[in-house]
Nanobody, 122 residues
Framework: QVQLAESGGGLVQAGGSLRLSCAAS????????MAWFRQAPGKERELVAA????????IYADSVKGRFTISRDNAKNAVYLQMDSLKPEDTAVYYC???????????????WGQGTQVTVSS
């Protein structure tokens, strides 16, 4: 069982930046797609960004394209989400997840972290 631990969340003003990190307990993630999802109160959990095991294929939600960047370091069993030009609507709990396919569908991801809160004030 792979365990994921997110960090880097917090409170930031609109227009600011945050960098989320996800640390994995095992090297298994080096062969998996890794992703960041988010869930705001009263809303469905949605994909923010995903990256293939090699890092060559990435996908993003339309709402974050050009502002967020996903990356990974397989040697460190880690995945990152650089978030720039943050908006109040980016406020949510952000989750790290791993799976076998680079996809938008959350049901295709097999393991999840506990989440980290990101709050963007206006």
């Amino acid at each position: 069982q792979v365990q994921l631990a997110e960090s880097g969340g917090g409170l930031v003003q609109a227009g600011g930046s945050l960098r989320l990190s996800c640390a994995a307990s095992r090297r298994t993630i080096s062969t998996n797609t890794m992703a960041w999802f988010r869930q705001a109160p009263g809303k469905e959990r949605e994909l923010v960004a995903a990256i293939s095991f090699s890092g060559t294929n990435t996908i993003y939600a339309d709402s974050v394209k050009g502002r967020f960047t996903i990356s990974r370091d397989n040697a460190k069993n880690a995945v990152y989400l650089q978030m720039d030009s943050l908006k109040p609507e980016d406020t949510a709990v952000y989750y790290c997840a791993g799976g076998r396919i680079t996809a938008y569908d959350k049901s295709l991801y097999d393991y999840w972290g506990q989440g980290t809160q990101v709050t963007v004030s206006s």
